[in-house]
């Protein structure tokens, strides 16, 4: 009796729902990295598959392994992962460092309108590549242009985010998240989006949009200043991670905590101390500094520069300090060319760097470039850890200092974006031409439909590898496993969601939804709901999770007979639209997390900024459903 009940479809949907919400949670939560919430969701639905089958119509699981692992061989899947190896080359040979360069202007007159356009121009091109690239690009030329016009960084880099997602909604290739929604569909049994389908109401939405990114976003922003001013003494109150390590002649042996400060440290916000195999934790009301002991601790304004001022070598391991000693003896004695003096430089970890998931500690970052790490800011985040034991992710922005010549000889290398401290330009690669052209080869063939998109991009992928624009190992390193593994995982569980009700059950609630019984009002309250899910978990996820939704939804209305367009594609468009409405959150769309660092934010700016543009967009778009789409 009870097996029966295990083997009754009602059981294998109330365990995808509440997967989905677990899911959804441990997204939310960010306790374990998105790699290890999608293996382990993958290995769930596996094994439940595997004890507790759903025989279909002739007997056969539909929740087996073969269904369920069909998506990391999706096209789609694919298509996006070949465009991110394309986007990597245009980074690789800087390929559009001659559209760029054009902006990058010294006049203060024309530096506004300069900023404005290279905002329209990264809308209009992230329409038709990857957008991480383009921003990646355009933020060394923001940041100068703004510096020239006296306005903070923090102004700019959020509203550059968002000309690259408003672009993205107006084709098929714009975003991986529009790719993801047409493959759903073709899985489901409809029709795919063709590129150009949606790139009408698409374009409305980014033109309202683009006007409040360039006016009004910069007003909502608060101007922040950048590590390098802080330790200059700029008055700002940010904080970022820095290591602190006490010799044995340390003259703070044996300071005690009086009133939760240490006197000679106050200017410090003490986080922890590591004392052997042990951490202690505030309050430090009682305990002595002891030699030996590692202070972590959150820095602002002069007190980094004060305290390596008092205590040299006190951030430092022996090797660095040695080094920088030995500098400044060279400069006293004449034996080095003393015009060339030590800098502060803040650089940022790319989406494809090699030393994501490696510590600062094993990186090694002295041996390797000749730089010393003296903070490190993620996400706005103090980190209590020790500072070598950090694993960097993409997006952190380490504070080094170096020498000028060693700081900008780093901008030649693809794991870090340079964001201050080197002005020198880099010639364009030679191969720029060519991988300009293989990337407009590749964008005319699937747009014209000559070649579908997945080949268009494979193809692309591998011309650029093929002809020198990229080496193998620079492709493989553009290839996000983070999506991969958050794509196919959902993907498996759009699978049993389907298979299972589990998606139709949640289409009824919201049917169920007294105000929702016209079209058009389902249609807005189903984009107000993927808009606000894709800055909780992800715009990938929510594309996949809630196509299914959408053509439930679809085939459960009652649609007026002079329709000019079939209601499941209104409904898969907005969820192409709402899931591209990832402003309101860092961990949205990668691009949000790329410009966090330059732009020195919080989380709550872009709630602050992205909210309202997200309204603002809702509706745009309810107008856009009523009088273009004729619900």
């Known amino acids: 009796m009870s097996f029966d009940f295990m083997m009754n479809s009602n059981f294998h949907m109330?365990?995808?729902?509440?997967?989905?919400?677990?899911?959804?949670?441990?997204?939310?939560?960010?306790?374990?990295?998105?790699?290890?919430?999608?293996?382990?969701?993958?290995?769930?639905?596996?094994?439940?598959?595997?004890?507790f089958p759903l025989p279909d119509a002739v007997g056969r699981n539909q929740l087996d392994a073969t269904n369920l692992l069909a998506g990391f061989a999706n096209p789609s899947l694919i298509a996006v992962l070949a465009l991110l190896?394309?986007?990597?080359?245009?980074?690789?040979?800087?390929?559009?460092?001659?559209?760029?360069?054009?902006?990058?202007?010294?006049?203060?007159?024309?530096?506004?309108?300069?900023?404005?356009?290279?905002?329209?121009?990264?809308?209009?091109?992230?329409?038709?590549?990857?957008?991480?690239?383009?921003?990646?690009?355009?933020?060394p030329v923001l940041q100068a242009l703004v510096r020239s016009v006296g306005i903070s960084e923090s102004r700019i880099m959020i509203p550059l985010s968002y000309a690259a997602i408003l672009g993205g909604m107006t084709t098929l290739i714009g975003s991986s998240t529009n790719l993801l929604v047409s493959s759903a569909m073709t899985e489901l049994g409809y029709e795919p989006l063709g590129f150009f389908d949606f790139i009408v109401p698409g374009s409305m939405l980014a033109a309202v949009g683009l006007v409040y990114v360039m006016f009004i976003a910069p007003r909502l922003l608060s101007d922040r200043s950048t590590l390098v001013q802080q330790l200059a003494g700029a008055a700002n109150e940010k904080e970022f991670v820095a290591e602190l390590d006490v010799d044995e002649d340390s003259k703070l042996?044996?300071?005690?905590?009086?009133?939760?400060v240490f006197p000679e440290l106050k200017e410090l916000n003490i986080k922890m101390i590591q004392r052997g195999g042990h951490v202690i934790l505030p309050p430090f009301e009682g305990y002595r500094i002891e030699a030996d002991d590692i202070l972590i601790a959150s820095a602002t304004?002069?007190?980094?520069?004060?305290?390596?001022?008092?205590?040299?070598?006190?951030?430092?391991?022996?090797?660095?300090?040695?080094?920088?000693?030995?500098?400044?003896?060279?400069?006293?004695?004449?034996?080095?060319?003393?015009?060339?003096?030590?800098?502060?430089?803040?650089i940022m970890i790319s989406p494809a760097s090699r030393l994501i998931d490696i510590s600062l500690e094993h990186a090694n970052f002295y041996r390797q470039y000749g730089v010393v790490v003296l903070g490190i800011q993620r996400r706005a985040r103090v980190v209590r850890r020790r500072l070598g034991r950090i694993r960097l992710e993409a997006g952190?922005?380490?504070?080094?200092?170096g020498m000028r010549s060693t700081i900008d000889s780093m901008r030649n290398s693809t794991d870090?974006?340079?964001?201050?401290?080197?002005?020198?330009?880099?010639?364009m690669p030679k191969k720029a031409p060519l991988a300009g052209a293989i990337f407009l080869a590749t964008i005319s063939l699937a747009a014209l439909g000559i070649i579908s998109i997945p080949v268009a991009a494979i193809g692309g992928a591998v011309l650029m590898i093929a002809t020198g624009c990229l080496n193998i190992r620079q492709a493989t390193r553009a290839i996000d496993r983070k999506i991969?593994?958050?794509?196919?995982?959902?993907?498996?569980?759009?699978?049993?969601?389907?298979v299972t009700g589990g998606a139709k059950f949640i289409a009824d609630q919201i049917l169920g939804l007294p105000f929702v019984d016209k079209p058009l009002a389902m249609a807005a309250v189903l984009f107000i709901i993927v808009a606000i899910c894709t800055n909780i978990l992800s715009n990938n996820a929510c594309a996949i999770l809630f196509t299914p939704i959408a053509m439930n939804l679809a085939g459960s209305l009652d649609v007026p007979p002079d329709l000019q367009y079939d209601i499941a594609f209104i409904f898969a468009v907005t969820v192409v639209f709402g899931a591209n409405?990832?402003?309101?959150?860092?961990?949205?769309?990668?691009?949000?997390?790329?410009?966090?660092?330059?732009?020195?934010?919080?989380?709550?700016?872009?709630?602050?900024?992205?909210?309202?543009?997200?309204?603002?967009?809702?509706?745009?778009?309810?107008?856009?459903?009523?009088?273009?789409?004729?619900?």
């Open 396 to 401: 952190d922005v380490l504070l080094v200092t």
């Open 85 to 139: 190896v394309m986007g990597q080359a245009m980074i690789q040979t800087d390929a559009l460092r001659a559209v760029t360069g054009i902006f990058d202007v010294q006049d203060k007159r024309y530096a506004w309108l300069s900023i404005f356009t290279i905002l329209i121009f990264v809308l209009v091109v992230s329409a038709f590549m990857n957008n991480t690239p383009l921003v990646i690009i355009a933020i």
């Open 484 to 498: 991969f593994l958050l794509v196919g995982s959902m993907l498996a569980l759009g699978v049993m969601l389907e």
């Open 253 to 260: 042996i044996g300071m005690e905590c009086v009133e939760g």
């Open 416 to 427: 870090f974006i340079m964001l201050s401290g080197s002005r020198r330009e880099l010639p």
């Open 301 to 346: 304004r002069e007190s980094l520069a004060s305290i390596l001022n008092q205590f040299p070598g006190f951030l430092l391991s022996e090797e660095e300090n040695d080094a920088i000693e030995k500098h400044a003896d060279d400069e006293e004695t004449g034996e080095q060319d003393t015009t060339e003096p030590r800098v502060l430089a803040e």
């Open 581 to 631: 409405c990832s402003f309101a959150s860092p961990i949205g769309y990668q691009t949000n997390l790329m410009v966090m660092g330059p732009g020195h934010y919080r989380f709550r700016d872009f709630i602050k900024a992205g909210v309202p543009l997200m309204l603002i967009l809702w509706g745009v778009y309810i107008l856009i459903a009523k009088y273009y789409f004729g619900l």
């Open 14 to 51: 109330w365990f995808a729902l509440l997967l989905t919400g677990v899911v959804i949670i441990a997204f939310i939560r960010e306790k374990w990295p998105i790699e290890v919430t999608s293996v382990a969701l993958l290995t769930a639905l596996l094994l439940f598959g595997q004890f």
